[in-house]
């Protein structure tokens, strides 16, 4: 299952509102997660079964969708939420991660 | 703290062979399924292999199949993945990654990652 994300680059200020969208190549259901990575870090998981947030992440972090479609919105962006953001789809083996947003000043 | 360590990383020629492991704490080992991920030099994410809590469902990228085992010892709550003919596109981060419980089956606990370079 491939995963396209979109777009691949986001340059946005703090404040603004900002959405990341993942395409799945076949339907996947709802088994799609959402990870941000700084630099230098490991990931972090944001969002799980496309739309549940994980525990201690901020409320600005969304996810919707199911199927094929699926969408990260960031509803005010802080200064620590520019980094990079993949989904990643759990549904079936090989597992797949989309390319990456990077999100910028 | 839950918490995942990787070490074994380094420096190895093509063809050569490496074994990476990552010990975890804070939780029961066995009862989660484990993966590793990897991250070439400024590229994205990519899964590697992933094994079941009990060790007898492994899978694999079809870039590693035939060349990697993942393996664990639940006795030392240790994760293990064995790397053979080594390729310079191996060269990346390896992370170890808990694939959590009612979370989806997405993977919620991440060790720090170890360097894997494959060079001559």
């Known amino acids: 299952i491939q995963l396209s994300q979109s777009p691949s680059f986001l340059s946005a200020s703090v404040g603004d509102r900002v959405t990341i969208t993942c395409r799945a190549s076949?339907?996947?259901?709802?088994?799609l997660a959402w990870y941000q990575q700084d630099r230098g870090r490991p990931p972090k998981l944001l969002i799980y079964?496309?739309?549940t947030l994980q525990s201690g992440v901020p409320s600005r972090f969304s996810g919707r969708g199911s199927g094929t479609e699926f969408t990260l919105t960031i509803s005010s962006l802080q200064p620590e939420d520019f980094a990079t953001y993949y989904c990643?789809?759990?549904?079936?083996?090989?597992?797949?991660f989309g390319q990456g947003t990077r999100l910028e000043i | 703290e839950e918490q995942l360590v990787e070490s074994g990383g380094g420096l190895i020629q093509p063809g050569g062979s490496l074994r990476v492991s990552c010990v975890a704490s804070?939780?029961?080992?066995?009862?989660?399924?484990m993966n590793w991920v990897r991250q070439a030099p400024g590229k994205g994410l990519e899964w590697v292999s992933s094994?079941?809590?009990?060790?007898?469902?492994?899978y694999y990228s079809d870039s590693v199949k035939g060349r990697f085992t993942i393996s664990r010892d639940i006795s030392k709550n240790t994760l293990y993945l064995q790397m053979n003919s080594l390729r310079a596109e191996d060269t990346a981060i390896y992370y170890c990654?808990?694939?959590?419980?009612?979370?989806?089956?997405?993977?919620?606990?991440w060790g720090q990652g170890t360097r894997v370079a494959v060079a001559s």
């Open positions: 990654a808990r694939r959590g419980n009612y979370k989806g089956g997405s993977f919620d606990i």
């Open positions: 990643q789809q759990v549904n079936s083996y090989p597992l797949t």
């Open positions: 804070g939780f029961t080992f066995d009862f989660y399924a």
């Open positions: 079964a496309a739309s």
């Open positions: 094994i079941t809590g009990s060790g007898s469902g492994t």
């Open positions: 076949q339907d996947i259901s709802s088994n």
